[in-house]
T-cell receptor, first 111, second 114 residues
């Protein structure tokens, strides 16, 4: 079946540090890939997405590129802020609508 | 993308009771999905709800425990039956529109069973 493997956390960074959270997806075919963010006490929000190979999703300074060869979708941000502290989930899905989530990575950014 | 209204946003329930969670979508959607997020864990798909047919449950989830209704293309309910503390989780509904880009999640229901 489908699976998403996500970099384990928690990740603790200082403000303005560079962030990478790794994610790889195993599936038949090439699913769409997503990053979701869950801020403390809030619901799940779509951060960015890529629907085909070589697509780059970007939002709020975050980026991720869909690498076909490894079905990877690593999340990056050049300079994190305290307000980026949240749980980040990588997910993959097909046109049938089911999403498979990674285990989530807790990010804490200190001033 | 669609907008989902999910309620209740949170509840504290006694063990042995049942809770019904509602999701209302502002547009017609073919497929609705129910997920569970246990404390500190990722999201796990419970079932897929299609209008006019019985829900399709994932491995480990059964209809007697999580009955689902889908009376029309904009509404669905999930009931958590005969609750125990292990059912304490966040439950979320999700819809997908006409394309894979259209995933939207409700704000979630934070359930605590005491």
């Amino acid at each position: 079946g489908n699976s998403v493997t996500q970099m384990e956390g928690p990740v603790t960074l200082s403000e303005e540090a560079f962030l990478t959270i790794n994610c790889t997806y195993t599936a038949t075919g090439y699913p769409s890939l997503f990053w979701y963010v869950q801020y403390p006490g809030e619901g799940l929000q779509l951060l960015l997405k890529a629907t085909k190979a070589d697509d780059k999703g970007s939002n709020k300074g975050f980026e991720a590129t869909y690498r076909k060869e490894t079905t990877s979708f690593h999340l990056e941000k050049g300079s994190v802020q305290v307000s980026d502290s949240a749980v980040y989930f990588c997910a993959g899905g097909t046109s049938y609508g089911k999403l498979t989530f990674g285990q989530g990575t807790i990010l804490t950014v200190h001033p | 993308s669609a907008v989902i209204s999910q309620k209740p946003s949170r509840d504290i329930c006694q063990r042995g009771t049942s809770l019904t969670i509602q999701c209302q979508v502002d547009s017609q959607v073919t497929m609705m999905f129910w997920y569970r997020q246990q404390p500190g864990q990722s999201l796990t798909l419970i079932a897929t709800a299609n209008q006019g047919s019985e829900a399709t449950y994932e491995s480990g989830f059964v209809i007697d425990k999580f009955p689902i209704s889908r009376p029309n293309l904009t509404f669905s309910t999930l009931t958590v039956s005969n609750m125990s503390p292990e059912d304490s989780s966040i439950y979320l509904c999700s819809v997908v529109g006409d394309s894979v880009e259209g995933y939207t999640f409700g704000s979630g229901t934070r359930l605590t069973v005491v």
